[in-house]
């Protein structure tokens, strides 16, 4: 009994220092989590507070944190004397068949390469490798030969563009995952009297759709964000939102704060719908890819 009573007086200083330790330690993780959400989140803050605030808040002392009064004439003024309707409508119609474009054009090349090999297993490298030109490399022959051929100031011009820069990284991407496919559910279709076809869209995409939704997420969130080919390559009648965000300056000097703010809102604004309606094959095709290997 007076070994147990001592052990119990041994073990009780230890047991509340690990509960201390536990609790300080579950603390330094929530302060360390709670700076990082403001330090990356903050900046987002400031602009969407600062869309909604009239002229005379933005270079008040002490700062105005969140609008008394809060206002949508930025967004008004947007869309009524800045053409931002089109510009957006533009956005969303080029990054929506760029997007479209990269899957239609990506599962076909990824499957050959994962399934007979095509290009001696160096094409999916080969691809990726291309991927990592930088695109002010490429912006002088491609406009020379755009403009040769006429497709400057079009949205077929832009979708051609995009879905050739951004097709590297869907393939190799997609080769993962039809890897990691078994082949024998693919061949049982094949058995029951499917066509090659018919068992990739009927048996293979089912499956594989987080890899999809991966390069989908990926392909509209990259063109949507792209700002070189579409200030070069581009007209007044297909300026996207990027070129709009750019724009609000007059002089060097004077700043459009207001529309300018609202602008980037508008700018982001589609790509959190889309990542949120994916989000639930995004998940599932990021834990998928990382284990591949």
Excluded at 107 to 133: E, H, N
Excluded at 221 to 245: H, P, Q, S, Y
Aim: net charge positive; glycine share 8%; aromatic share 14%.
């Amino acid at each position: 009994m007076a070994i147990t009573l001592e052990r119990a007086r041994v073990v009780a200083p230890t047991a509340r220092r690990y509960r201390w330790r536990r609790v300080i330690g579950q603390a330094l993780t929530w302060i360390a989590l709670l700076a990082a959400l403001v330090f990356f989140l903050g900046p987002f803050y400031w602009i969407v507070t600062t869309s909604l605030k009239g002229n005379e808040d933005y270079f008040a002392f002490p700062p105005v944190w969140m609008p008394v009064e809060p206002s949508l004439t930025h967004y008004v003024g947007l869309f009524t004397r800045s053409s931002g309707a089109r510009y957006f409508t533009n956005s969303m119609v080029i990054s929506t068949l760029s997007m479209i474009a990269a899957l239609v054009v990506s599962l076909p090349t990824a499957y050959a390469i994962a399934r007979w090999r095509f290009g001696g297993g160096f094409l999916s490298v080969f691809l990726l490798v291309l991927r990592m030109l930088p695109a002010i490399a490429l912006i002088i022959p491609v406009y020379l030969m755009y403009k040769l051929l006429g497709l400057t100031n079009s949205y077929l011009g832009l979708v051609i563009v995009y879905t050739v820069v951004y097709i590297p990284f869907a393939v190799w991407l997609l080769v993962g995952f039809l890897r990691d496919f078994p082949v024998e559910i693919e061949e049982a279709a094949l058995i029951d009297g499917c066509s090659r076809l018919r068992a990739l869209i009927a048996v293979v995409v089912p499956i594989i759709a987080p890899g999809l939704a991966v390069v989908a997420l990926f392909s509209f969130i990259a063109t949507w964000n792209e700002f070189l080919f579409a200030v070069v390559l581009t007209g007044i009648e297909t300026k996207t939102m990027m070129v709009l965000v750019t724009s609000f300056t007059s002089g060097g000097t004077d700043m459009f704060y207001g529309e300018a703010s609202a602008s980037v809102v508008l700018g982001v604004l589609p790509a959190f719908a889309v990542a949120f309606m994916l989000q639930r094959y995004l998940v599932k095709g990021l834990a998928l890819g990382g284990t591949k290997g």
